[in-house]
C-alpha cells in the first residue's frame, strides 16, 4: 500500500529565510503524481506546487519549489523569502489511480506545521 | 479558476438527529467528487469517492448507512451524517477535479465543522 510519510510535525522559521519541509513516499507505481499542499488556519486547502513523476524537472513556483528524488521517494519542499501568510500546515500529497473507483485519488501525508517569525 | 461551495461551513447538532453537507462545483462539471474527514491536528482521511448518477466509492472502515452520498447532478454532491453522536463530531472536506483546468489538481471545498452535542 502505497504511504506518505511526513517526519517534521512542526517547524519554524525566521521571515525571509529559507525552510525545507521533508516528505518521503512509498510506491510500487512508476507514474503518479505529488503535490504539496497548504492549509492556514482557515482549513481552506491551497495547491502550493505539483510534480508528475515522469518529469525529472523539479517543479517551482515563485518562492517555492521541490527537490524530487525519485529513486530514494523523496519529495520535500523549499520555501525561500519566508513570509507571515506562509505560516500553515502544510501537507505532502501522492496521487494514484484507483482501480476501484476508476478515478485518481490522493493519499496526504500528517502535516507539519509550519511558523514563520516575525 | 475552478471553484468549489460547500454548505454549512460550520453546523450543530443534536445527538440522533441528521445533518447534511453540500459540495458545489461552480463553474465546471465534476462527474466525480471527494469527501474527507479531518479530525484536529491530522491528516486528511478520504472516506468516499462520489459518482455522478451512480453510488459512491467508500473506503474500508467507512459505514456506508451512516454516511449517506448523493451525486444526482454534475455540479452538486452531499454527504448526510445519519443519526449523528459525538464522536461523529469532525471537520468533513469535498473536493473536485475540473476536468478541463489544471491536471490532476483537484480543488478543496472550505470544509464543514460539525459538532455534535
Known amino acids: 500500500a502505497q504511504t506518505v510519510t511526513q517526519s517534521q510535525p512542526e517547524m519554524s522559521v525566521q521571515e525571509a529565510e529559507t525552510v525545507t519541509l521533508s516528505c518521503t513516499y512509498d510506491?510500487?507505481?512508476?507514474?503518479?503524481?505529488l503535490f504539496w499542499y497548504k492549509q492556514p488556519p482557515s482549513r481552506q486547502m491551497i495547491l502550493v506546487i505539483r510534480?508528475?513523476?515522469?518529469?525529472?524537472q523539479n517543479a517551482t513556483e515563485n518562492r517555492f519549489s521541490v527537490n524530487f528524488q525519485k529513486a530514494a521517494k523523496s519529495f520535500s519542499l523549499k520555501i525561500s523569502d519566508s513570509q507571515l501568510g506562509d505560516t500553515a500546515m502544510y501537507f505532502c500529497?501522492?496521487?494514484?489511480?484507483?482501480?476501484?473507483?476508476?478515478?485518481?485519488?490522493?493519499?496526504f501525508g500528517t502535516g507539519t506545521r509550519l511558523k514563520v517569525l516575525a | 479558476g475552478a471553484v468549489v461551495s460547500q454548505h454549512p461551513s460550520w453546523v450543530i447538532c443534536k445527538s440522533g438527529t441528521s445533518v447534511k453537507i453540500e459540495c458545489r462545483s461552480l463553474?465546471?462539471?465534476?462527474?466525480?467528487m471527494f469527501w474527507y474527514r479531518q479530525f484536529p491536528k491530522q491528516s486528511l482521511m478520504l472516506m468516499a469517492t462520489?459518482?455522478?448518477?451512480?453510488?459512491?466509492?467508500?473506503e474500508q472502515g467507512v459505514e456506508k448507512d451512516k454516511f449517506l452520498i448523493n451525486h444526482a447532478s454534475l455540479t452538486l454532491s452531499t454527504l448526510t451524517v445519519t443519526s449523528a453522536h459525538p464522536e461523529d463530531s469532525s471537520f468533513y472536506i469535498c473536493?473536485?477535479?475540473?476536468?478541463?483546468?489544471?491536471?490532476?489538481?483537484?480543488?478543496f471545498g472550505s470544509g464543514t465543522r460539525l459538532t455534535v452535542v
Open positions: 510506491t510500487s507505481e512508476n507514474n503518479y503524481y
Open positions: 473536493s473536485a477535479r475540473d476536468p478541463i483546468g489544471s491536471n490532476y489538481g483537484y480543488t
Open positions: 500529497a501522492f496521487m494514484k489511480h484507483s482501480v476501484t473507483s476508476g478515478t485518481y485519488k490522493y493519499i
Open positions: 463553474d465546471f462539471q465534476a462527474t466525480t
Open positions: 510534480q508528475e513523476a515522469y518529469k525529472q
Open positions: 462520489s459518482n455522478e448518477g451512480s453510488k459512491a466509492t467508500y
